[in-house]
Antibody, heavy 121, light 107 residues
Framework: QVQLVQSGAEVKKPGASVKVSCKAS????????ISWVRQAPGQGLEWMGW????????NYAQKLQGRVTMTTDTSTTTAYMELRSLRSDDTAVYYCARESRIVGATTLDYWGQGTLVTVSS | DIQMTQSPSSLSASVGDRVTITCRASQSISSYLNWYQQKPGKAPKLLIY???SLQSGVPSRFSGSGSGTDFTLTISSLQPEDFATYYCQQGYRTSLTFGQGTKLEIK
């Protein structure tokens, strides 16, 4: 069965960086992309960007351009999301999700369990 | 970016009720609209893709409709496990966007 297992919670100081991992299993990793979505406490879902596990192409949300980098390691079927220059409003649960095109619609059909990143001095 | 607007933002209903949530896109997205359910402390779960197709394993009391800019999610007879927050998401542009969510609460 498809599973996405994320790394554990992190506490970071403002200005630091965080790198969250997402280990995929149960499907052919290179056949799908991975999107990252975050959710601030009590708030809605915010799409952060996407990476192709086939060729490493990326598409980042404009507001995060320059601060976020998404990568994959096909040898370990793991995706990574690094966010730099952390601010207090980056405090959120970060999710990875498998991105599929189903009947033409870009769909997030499987999700990781989420990783809480807390930014606090 | 395509803006997605859901209504209502919150909704109180009783077990057995029929409930409808709407989602409007700022431009036409054809049928490239998905619905997710999220329970507290859990990851979102895909319910409906491509506006009206039920994801495998999702109960048939959930249904979706619409195309262009206006979409609806209907729960035909609310069950206790359906009280959650629901999000729409456009899958038309590669930069995905979500609605702000609709919190469905027990009356």
């Amino acid at each position: 069965q498809v599973q996405l297992v994320q790394s554990g919670a992190e506490v970071k100081k403002p200005g630091a960086s965080v790198k969250v991992s997402c280990k995929a299993s149960g499907y052919t990793f290179s056949s799908y992309g991975i999107s990252w979505v975050r959710q601030a406490p009590g708030q809605g879902l915010e799409w952060m960007g996407w990476i192709s596990a086939y060729n490493g192409d990326t598409n980042y949300a404009q507001k995060l351009q320059g601060r976020v980098t998404m990568t994959t390691d096909t040898s370990t079927t793991t995706a990574y999301m690094e966010l730099r220059s952390l601010r207090s409003d980056d405090t959120a649960v970060y999710y990875c999700a498998r991105e599929s095109r189903i009947v033409g619609a870009t769909t997030l059909d499987y999700w990781g369990q989420g990783t809480l990143v807390t930014v606090s001095s | 970016d395509i803006q997605m607007t859901q209504s209502p933002s919150s909704l109180s209903a009783s077990v057995g009720d029929r409930v409808t949530i709407t989602c409007r896109a700022s431009q036409s997205i054809s049928s490239y609209l998905n619905w997710y359910q999220q329970k507290p402390g859990k990851a979102p779960k895909l319910l409906i893709y491509a506006a009206s197709s039920l994801q495998s394993g999702v109960p048939s009391r959930f249904s979706g409709s619409g195309s262009g800019t206006d979409f609806t999610l209907t729960i035909s007879s609310l069950q206790p496990e359906d009280f959650a927050t629901y999000y729409c998401q456009q899958g038309y542009r590669t930069s995905l966007t979500f609605g702000q969510g609709t919190k469905l609460e027990i009356k």
